[in-house]
């Protein structure tokens, strides 16, 4: 796996995520009736929540904290999300589900990305990815004070496993970015589905 390579490939589908999960976090914290203030909280947590959690976990100073590119893109999802809040308003729900699918998508792919460059085993693999996917939407529920959808409600966190086992088997026979591309469509794809077909894990009474 070429140096240069990876973290061109990492850069792109990160800023996508940021971007992504950023206006995920602003349209729910309109919704939500939060004020302005609240509203950037939310938007930044949503976007940089999951690196953070990645980063920590395999012991480095998150990239958040040393690059001003991840928050210069977390300011202009926010800014994407509040115009779509003018145009198009936030009862439409179904954008909100999209994006925020993107974002579980990229940030799928990116902890899957740092796990395999950190040579950790098909676990470690799993775990940062569907760490960095799910974290950011776990902090803004947090913040909500609602217990994290994650846990109780969709067919999410799933979606980010197997996607991270469809990037460690291909990395197996293709190069990083075919992997990493096709980490993100599965991940999108699937949770496409689950919201078109309201998959759901079952639960017990």
């Known amino acids: 796996m070429r140096f240069f390579e990876f973290w061109q490939v ?7 995520g940021i971007v992504s999960f950023a206006i995920s976090g602003s349209l729910k914290a309109i919704k939500e009736g939060l004020d302005l203030l609240g509203i950037a ?3 930044v947590s949503t976007a940089l929540g ?3 959690i990645r980063d920590v976990l395999i012991n480095t100073v998150p990239i958040a904290f040393k690059s001003y590119q991840n928050m210069m893109f977390a300011l202009i999802g926010l800014i994407i999300g509040l115009l779509i809040y003018k145009i198009e308003g936030v009862e439409n729900s179904y ?3 999209t994006v925020d699918a993107l974002g579980l998508g990229a940030f799928s792919a990116t902890g899957a990305m740092i796990g395999y460059n950190s040579n950790v085993n098909i676990f470690g693999v799993i775990i940062l990815a569907t760490l960095t996917g799910v974290g950011g939407g776990v902090l803004s529920d947090i913040l909500l004070g609602k ?3 994650v846990l109780k409600d969709d067919f999410y966190a ?9 990037f ?3 990395m197996k026979y293709t190069d990083i970015t075919i992997s990493t591309l096709l980490c993100v469509l599965t991940v999108f794809s699937i949770r496409m589905l689950a919201i078109k077909y309201n998959w ?6």
Do not use: D, T
């Not at 990492?10 to 996508?16: D, G, P, Q, R």
């Open 10 to 16: 990492f850069s792109f589908i990160n800023i996508v």
């Open 147 to 149: 217990i994290p959808a």
């Open 50 to 52: 999951g690196g953070i």
């Open 41 to 43: 909280v939310l938007s």
């Open 95 to 97: 954008i909100i589900l």
């Open 200 to 205: 759901r894990l079952p639960k017990f009474k």
């Open 158 to 166: 799933s979606c980010s496993i197997i996607g991270a086992i469809a």
């Open 168 to 170: 460690y088997v291909s």
